[in-house]
């Protein structure tokens, strides 16, 4: 490969279209105009079109933008919790909204599991009264994912709850029942493979009636963000603030190229290319898989444990061949390395990566 080639979870490799993409927005200006023109309606419209489509989000979900999944942890705990909110923790981010909700004062709980094992049936039965559950469908620090099977029983068993979905490393992976779910949010530099800058809030009217509620207690439901100025705004197709329309035209575009290859194909290339890639990581003496129940085993954040030789020198050994693969998270960059699985990585490119595991 001429160019670096990036399997990092985040950011990652571009889409394969955005060059184009950002040569055309350059021509016409994009990032100059007025986000209350005409010009940036069509593109927010658009883009929350071709996202409905893709991630077959119903009418009864809208779809806001934001400026990351961070903004979004602290609007869903600002908007959706008085008090007690719960949190499935089992790695570096899912742990991260759950200390959010403790520096909002509010009062989280949690159910925590060991780094690299996910959550069983057991793990669902959740203390009573809980205004909001916290789902991590895909953890990226550990490489773990939360069964979308399980969120009806969650629901069934907690009416009263919001159930959000953070699907910030598996979009556009998932296939949610959105009827089951009151809000499901990402941002796009993982699988969406775009620059980072921009998040995307899905959410029902269960979450509009509490932000509407804890606002009438004279609660902070957020300033220059919450629901409500986030939905005032984008029923005529605009935002509060001043957006990163750059990242919202290209958003549309990339949605769009997606739904022309269609989240089936996507979905089913995704399956194709994680089985090759786990079987060589059990296959080679120089790894293992991380995660060692397969059903928790992540398709789009592939987390292998080295063996013999450090991380370093892995990640330098496929860097010489332009192929930057992921560090481990935090402290575990001293015994893992992630690969990521995303929509834009070519099959070709992970028949080149699983050549150069078994060179090694
Ligand atoms: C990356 C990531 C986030 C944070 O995304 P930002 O765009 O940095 O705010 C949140 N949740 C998960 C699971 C992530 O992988």
């Not at 996910?118 to 205004?131: D, S």
């Not at 290209?250 to 194709?272: C, F, P, S």
Request: with cysteine; net charge neutral; charged share 20%.
């Amino acid at each position: 490969m001429a160019l670096k080639y990036y399997f990092t979870p985040g950011p990652s490799e571009l889409y394969f279209t955005v060059p184009d993409h950002m040569k055309t927005a350059l021509t016409e200006k994009v990032a100059s105009i007025s986000h209350r023109s005409a010009q940036f309606q069509k593109y927010f419209k658009h883009a929350s079109e071709q996202l409905r489509t893709l991630l077959n989000v119903p009418e009864t979900h809208h779809i806001v933008f934001t400026s990351s999944a961070n903004e979004i942890w602290e609007r869903i705990l600002q908007n959706g919790v008085k008090e007690h909110s719960f949190h499935f923790v089992n790695g570096a981010f899912s742990k991260k909204f759950y200390d959010f909700g403790v520096q909002l004062g509010k009062s989280p709980q949690k159910v925590e599991v060991p780094f690299g094992e996910g959550f069983t049936e057991e793990h669902l039965a959740i203390p009573a009264n809980m205004e909001m559950i916290a789902v991590t469908q895909n953890e990226t620090s550990a490489g773990v994912s939360f069964p979308v099977e399980y969120l009806p029983t969650l629901r069934k068993n907690n009416p009263d709850a919001l159930i959000t979905v953070d699907a910030v490393s598996s979009v556009p992976y998932p296939e949610f029942d959105y009827s089951t779910i009151d809000s499901v949010y990402f941002s796009v530099q993982k699988g969406m493979g775009l620059p980072a800058g921009l998040g995307v809030w899905i959410l029902n009217d269960r979450c509009v009636e509490k932000a509407t509620q804890l606002k009438n207690e004279g609660l902070s439901v957020g300033t220059y963000h919450s629901i409500p100025s986030l939905l005032k705004k984008a029923e005529v197709f605009q935002t509060p603030a001043t957006p990163n329309v750059l990242g919202i035209y290209l958003l549309g575009k990339v949605v769009e190229d997606m739904n022309r290859r269609g989240a089936a194909v996507i979905r089913q290339e995704t399956n194709y290319k994680a089985a090759f890639m786990y079987q060589a990581l059990e296959n080679s003496p120089y790894f293992e898989p991380l995660v060692k129940e397969k059903s928790h085993r992540s398709k789009t954040v592939i987390v292998a444990k080295c063996l013999e030789k450090t991380p370093a020198e892995i990640l330098e050994y496929f860097a010489q061949k332009k192929m930057i693969l992921g560090s481990g998270y935090g402290s575990h960059k001293t015994e893992q390395i992630r690969i990521a699985n995303f929509p834009t990585h070519s099959k070709e490119s992970f028949l080149m990566l699983v050549d150069l595991i078994e060179a090694m």
